[in-house]
C-alpha cells in the first residue's frame, strides 16, 4: 500500500492541509507542538478508527471551529492498494444544540458510507509513538488494548467478535451482580455462557497464534538492533489458558516448555473448554459479582534475557524491544494482508544509543514508505538524510 496524498480540516491545529505524500522515507523535523505528530495520529487514525492520544474524539476537533452550531474535522488520505487507487474520508462531526454537544463519526470508503468494523484494516498502519512503552511498563490494559488494535487490522471478524464480546461480558457481570443480591436460578446464565464462550475462543484462538508468530519475528529483529546479544520473548497470559486442564485450575504460571501446546488448540475445542471453566466457578463468580475469566482479563509480557524488559530493563532496553515488536507487527501485518502497512514513528531514535540507531536506519533504508518525525536531526547520519525526503513542520505548516 502506498499513501499518495493527505488532507485535514480543522483536525487539531490544522485548519487545512493538503500536501501529496512521497514514497519511501519521510522525515518530518520541527520543534516540539508544531504539529508533526498530528500528522502520524490522524494517519492511524484512518488505520483504526480511534485515536491513542485523545480521551475521546471531541478532542481531534480543531478548538477555534467549535464555536459554531455544526463543528466538523475531516481527514482524507488517498491511496494505492494492489494497484487500485482509493479515498478514505472521515468526519467527525459535533453538532450543539440549547441542550448539549454530540459527536459523531462519518467513515466514507471510495465516497460510499461504511462502518468502522467494516472498514479497520484496509488502511493498515503500524504506530510507534513514546507514550507506547505502556505496552511494556503500564497494565494489562495497555497491553491487551495493542493486541486488539494489531489484530483488528489484520484478522477478518476479529473486531465484531471483540465488540460482542464487550457487550457480553457487560450484560453478564449485570446479571451475575443480579443473582447475588437476589438469590436467583443461576441458569440464567446458560445463554449468556455460551455465547460468552463463542466470541472467547474466537479472540483467544487469534491471540494464541499472532503472538506466536510476532515473537518470531520480533527475536529475528531484536537480534539485529542488539549486534545478536540479546534475545526476546512473548510471554502470553491468558486468564484461561487451553493449554491446561480447565476445570482444576484457575490460573497458570507461564512455562516455557508447555507453550507449544496452546497452539493445537481449535476454537471448537477451545469454546467447549472455556465454556466447562465458567460452569465450574460459577459460584464463585455469582458471589463476586463479575465475569473472573476471559479475553478481557488476559496479558502478556516481553522478557529479554531472561528478565521482564517493562519490569527490570532500562530505558534504552525497553524502546528497542519496543521497536522489535513494532517491526515484527510490519512483517506480521503484510504477510495477513498482502500488502505493505504504512509506518508510522515518532521520535524514535531519541533513547537509544549510536550503534542501535544505526541499525534501526539500515533497516529503515528497506522500508516500502514511513513518516518519521524528530525534533534533532542530528540523530540520523547524514547519508539517511540525503538520502530520504526531509520536510519541516512549525505552527501547523510544512515546508518541503
Partial sequence: MFLTKLSLTNFRSYQHLETEIPSGILLLSGGNAQGKTTILEALFY??????????????????????????VARIVAQFQKSETDHKLEIRIIQETNSLNKHVRKEILLDNVKTSAQKTVGFFPAV???????????????????????????????????????????????ALLKLLGERKADPQQLDYWDEIMSKRASFIIYHRIHALHTLEKLAQEAHRKLTANVENLFLNYQPSYDPAYDSVKRDSIAYSWSDRQDRLINKPDEIQTGFRMRLNSIRNQEIERGISTIGPHRD??????????????????????????????????????????PLLLLDETLAE????????LQDWLNTCRQGILT???????????????????VAGGTIQK
Avoid at 133 to 144: K, N
Avoid at 305 to 322: E, K, M, V, W
Avoid at 352 to 359: I, V
Avoid at 377 to 391: C, P, R, Y
Fill in 46 to 71: 484512518c488505520a483504526t478508527f480511534s485515536s491513542l492520544l485523545a480521551e475521546n474524539d471531541r478532542q481531534l476537533i480543531r478548538f477555534e471551529s467549535m464555536k459554531e452550531p455544526i463543528a
Fill in 127 to 173: 504506530l510507534l509513538i513514546p507514550q507506547m512503552t505502556a505496552i511494556l511498563e503500564g497494565s494489562p490494559h495497555e497491553r491487551r488494548r495493542y493486541l486488539n488494535i494489531t489484530l483488528s487490522q489484520s484478522i477478518p471478524g476479529y473486531a465484531q467478535a471483540l465488540t460482542e464480546y464487550n457487550q457480553i461480558i457487560s450484560q453478564r457481570n
Fill in 299 to 340: 496479558d502478556f509480557r516481553i522478557i529479554g534475557n531472561d528478565i521482564d524488559i517493562g519490569t527490570y530493563g532500562s530505558r534504552g532496553q525497553i524502546r528497542t524491544a519496543l521497536i522489535s515488536l513494532k517491526l515484527a507487527e510490519i512483517n506480521w501485518m503484510k504477510d495477513k494482508l498482502g500488502v505493505h
Fill in 352 to 359: 537509544l544509543d549510536q550503534q542501535r540507531r544505526n541499525d
Fill in 374 to 392: 524528530t525534533s534533532d536531526l542530528s540523530h540520523f547520519t547524514e547519508s539517511f538524510i540525503k538520502n530520504h525526503i526531509v520536510w519541516n
